[in-house]
Nanobody, 122 residues
């Protein structure tokens, strides 16, 4: 079984910073992409940033220049450094892993974390 454990959410004033972490654990052989999505009340869940095992990054236009995604492949952990936070960044942030391969199983799986709340006050 694979588990994703998120941490780092919280309440911060506008202009502040937060760092989210998501560690995947279990019988993992490899993970292709890891990323973060967010969902604000009344809105659809959307991509914030993603990173492949090779280091290719993709960002939503709204966070470019403010957020940085990174990962530690040895620890199966992805990070999201969020700077210059704005009230519109307030949302539940979800960790996502895509195309995870488990030891002894050639299939590819996608997993979601439980979500962590980020609230930015004005």
């Amino acid at each position: 079984q694979v588990q994703l454990v998120e941490s780092g959410g919280g309440l911060v004033q506008a202009g502040g910073s937060l760092r989210l972490s998501c560690a995947a654990s279990g019988n993992i052989f490899s993970i292709n992409a890891m990323g973060w999505y967010r969902q604000a009340p009344g809105k659809q869940r959307g991509l914030v940033a993603s990173i492949t095992s090779g280091g290719s990054r993709n960002y939503a236009d709204s966070v470019k220049g403010r957020f940085t995604i990174s990962r530690d492949n040895a620890k199966n952990t992805v990070y999201l450094q969020m700077n210059s936070l704005k009230p519109e960044d307030t949302a539940v942030y979800y960790c996502n892993v895509r195309d995870l391969i488990r030891v002894g199983d050639p299939a590819k799986y996608d997993y979601w974390g439980q979500g962590t709340q980020v609230t930015v006050s004005s």
